[in-house]
């Protein structure tokens, strides 16, 4: 067998600087149409930074691993199968195979890269082997058929409901594909993913010789609605639709597997959260290509629970550790939380999906929300260590890790970030969204003509965003800004949060230098309509200040405490560094060791252990009831943030149990930034007067 490139090696070369050209995107099935990855080129400083990371190490180790852990010798057993391999590992190890390429694929159009290139293709080689000839992929029972894994069942699809995960793989398989196509042009992994699709849709559903089954583990929906699209085959939508109509009509009902009821009769989040996301995520496609009203109403629904009752303020989703599930309406505990970083992935997806649905700013408030806090959280930001749950209290019991030996996050990590450029705008009609912040030139179709736009920011740093025109064939259109809910004195849609401190923050848009004639209108944008002229430029200016943050009462984990937060970005306190070989502290056990998956250690330091310290029990802290907040800018500490002071009261106890305040300034940095030094304490939200004297 041909030996490969080291992964690192293969990556540490440099890039060129021409683009290709890439298969049409521009099917979507939506009312909305998103950008795609290939049309935008991000220059920020943020998330360049980012994407960096993500190109030089992320990338690279995810490759790195799936050599020295066996994924890629996996498919060279399932090519020549024998009676003797052990088939070891998680039955999904596969996906980990496929997520990395579709990451590598979005990084090779902002980025390309031959030698990149040319190793995929070597990896796509050996999958390819693997396939048997009706097209079935499943390494784990290909490889020792008479003796496959023991989640695979004795035959195929016999626990495709349960622990075989051959419709998780299949999902994976056809999201990576079609990136790698959009990416490359090529066919090679696409050609892959259309075998096993067409070897799924022969043998599952109602018909003569068919078996009735749904995923255990949600993708495939969203996969195949996306596998539609691309080539206009009507099977994969129908193999779409009867996943999820077929949901709650099989052997397995159960709330975790969100199979408790039909789809379109569920109102609330119940189950795994990563799950259950996916789900929602192909609910909405269905919606969209379909149109069908009560796929519609379901997941507006759920989405309406999600944010009103089960959502963290860091953009989390899932409470317990039971699971990996969200909890009962209101339960999100705070060092126990989940909040797997997997989980806020699929939370992007379903808002983005929602956005391109119904067109309103909302969707990307929460979107924004997640990205920006509980999901960038889970991985560090040189991009070499993970978190899986992402809590918002620690006791220094917990620390990113450099791999996990159930790898879904870092993998699901390293195909997320690489895809940001895809989130940023979107058009409909004579409509052009403009929904992240971050600078970037863009290609742009609107009304079927061409506009390329350039938008510069230091963004979430500020609130000073500037918007030029450049080549515009549209002429005529409109220009839709979102001014997100927390510049509006919403932080989130609904009332699960809400500001208390009284301040009246503000937008202001300036076209050419002057105040701009547009309107903010109903579904949060603020709209430009006119005969654009190259060069013309705006400028958005948003308020961003410190702002104070409380949750409704029936959320009994944070009654009577308060968060920080700053644009979109929720800050915490994080705590003196404690030895890194373990926590002094006493603690209720580490959720990022509590499921048996995990098998990698390592501290995910990255930030100098003396850049700052709060050198006393951040746990201990109260915060007064109207406190001056101060912020300063810091370019020297995690490639730049702005870092917030806030006066407070420390409790100490004596020897004697006798309880003194002292007073202190408590540092607080951005929730995304914590557990760069070693394991401290942590936490996002603080006690303030009324709590110590409640009885609740």
């Known amino acids: ?377 889970g991985v560090a930001l040189d991009g070499g260590s993970f978190f899986y749950p992402n809590p918002l209290a620690s006791y220094g019991d917990h620390e990113r890790k450099p791999w996990f030996g159930c790898a879904c996050c870092p993998s699901n990590i390293s195909r997320f970030i690489p895809s940001i450029p895809g989130y940023v705008y979107a058009s409909e009609g004579d409509n052009l969204y403009v929904n992240l912040f971050m600078s970037n030139s863009a290609d742009l179709n609107v009304g079927g003509k061409d506009v390329t736009l350039t938008q510069t920011a230091s963004y979430p740093l500020d609130g000073h965003i500037y918007l030029s025109i450049g080549k515009n064939s549209k002429g005529a259109f409109s220009l839709k800004l979102r001014i997100p809910g927390w510049v509006r004195n919403n932080p989130v849609p609904g009332d699960l949060y809400s500001y208390i401190d009284g301040k009246t923050p503000d937008f202001s848009v300036m076209l050419n230098g002057k105040s701009a004639d547009g309107e903010l209108t109903a579904d949060g944008y603020y709209t430009i309509s006119r005969k654009w002229k190259k060069g013309d430029r705006v400028e958005l200016h948003l308020d961003m200040e410190p702002r104070i943050v409380k949750a409704r009462d029936e959320v009994e984990a944070d009654n009577k405490l308060v968060a920080i937060e700053r644009g979109p970005l929720v800050y915490c306190a994080e705590g003196a560094v404690t030895n890194h070989s373990g926590s002094p502290y006493p603690a209720a056990g580490n959720p990022n060791e509590g499921n048996g998956f995990f098998t990698a250690a390592g501290d995910g330091r990255s930030e100098s252990a003396d850049a700052f310290e709060n050198d006393f029990d951040i746990h201990s802290v109260i915060v007064p009831a109207h406190p001056e907040i101060s912020a300063t800018l810091r370019p020297d500490r995690f490639n730049g943030i702005v870092e917030l002071a806030i006066p407070v009261q420390v409790m100490n106890t004596d020897a004697d149990g006798r309880i003194s305040l002292s007073d202190n300034t408590l540092t607080l940095i951005p929730y995304y930034a914590w557990s760069h030094r070693g394991r401290s304490y942590m936490s996002v939200w603080m006690k303030t007067a009324s709590r110590l004297f409640s009885s609740r």
């Open 1 to 377: 067998m041909k030996k490969f490139l080291t992964a690192s090696a293969i990556l540490a070369v440099a890039f060129t600087a021409t683009a290709k050209l890439s298969p049409s995107a521009d099917s979507h099935g939506y009312p909305i149409n998103p950008v795609s990855f290939t049309k935008v080129k991000v220059t920020d400083s943020f998330w360049g930074q980012r994407l960096k990371a993500s190109r030089e190490t992320t990338i690279p180790l995810a490759f790195g691993k799936c050599e020295e852990s066996g994924r890629y010798e996996n498919f060279r057993k399932a090519a020549n199968p024998s009676d003797d391999y052990k088939v070891e590992g998680f039955s999904f190890d596969d996906t980990d195979v496929y997520k990395t390429i579709e990451g590598a694929s979005y990084l090779l159009q902002t980025y390309p890269d031959k030698r990149l290139e040319n190793y995929i293709d070597s990896v796509l080689a050996i999958v390819a082997a693997a396939q048997e000839p009706d097209g079935y992929l499943n390494t784990c029972r290909t490889m020792n058929p008479r003796h496959p894994h023991p989640w695979a069942g004795s035959r195929r699809w016999e626990k495709v409901e349960e622990l075989s995960h051959e419709f998780y793989n299949l999902g994976h398989m056809v999201e990576g594909a079609i990136a790698h196509y959009q990416a490359t042009g090529k066919r090679n992994f696409l050609d892959i993913a259309i075998r096993y699709a067409d070897c799924v849709c022969r043998e599952i559903g109602d018909g003569p010789g068919q078996v009735r089954r749904v995923p255990g583990h949600q993708i495939a929906e969203m996969a195949l609605a996306r596998l539609y699209l691309v080539t206009g085959e009507k099977k994969y939508l129908d193999q779409a639709r009867y996943f999820l109509d077929k949901r709650g009509h099989t052997s397995r009902t159960d709330s975790y597997s969100q199979a408790h009821k039909p789809v379109t009769e569920q109102n609330e989040a119940v189950g795994h959260a990563v799950r259950a996301a996916y789900m929602y995520a192909g609910m909405a496609d269905v919606a969209a290509l379909t149109g069908d009203s009560a796929y519609i109403k379901a997941i507006d629904r759920i989405w309406e629970n999600i944010t009103r009752k089960k959502y963290y303020i860091t953009g989390g989703i899932g409470a317990t550790r039971h699971g990996e599930a969200f909890g009962a309406n209101y339960e999100l505990p705070n060092h126990t939380a989940y909040c797997e970083t997997c989980a806020a992935i699929g939370n992007v997806y379903v808002n983005h999906r929602l956005f391109l649905l119904h067109g309103e700013s909302k969707y990307y408030d929460v979107l924004e929300r997640t990205l920006y806090n509980g999901l960038i959280s």
